[in-house]
């Protein structure tokens, strides 16, 4: 098995998993541009743990 293999088999994997609620995945949604800073602030303590996104 090569590692294109292994690769395609993974994506296949995690992508039935997300579909099934196997695996969760947080983000934290900022809206607007003046949250943008408030979303640069947490992402440099540490507050976000998972991705974050400005909307404007």
């Known amino acids: 098995m090569s590692g294109t293999d292994i690769e395609r088999d993974c994506e296949k994997d995690f992508a ?7 695996i969760i995945y947080k983000v934290n949604i900022y809206v ?3 949250n943008i800073a408030k979303g640069f602030v ?9 991705k974050a996104v400005v909307k404007y």
Do not use: D
């Open 42 to 50: 947490n992402m440099l303590s540490g507050k976000n743990i998972c």
């Open 16 to 22: 039935e998993w997300v579909r099934t609620g196997k």
């Open 32 to 34: 607007g541009i003046e």
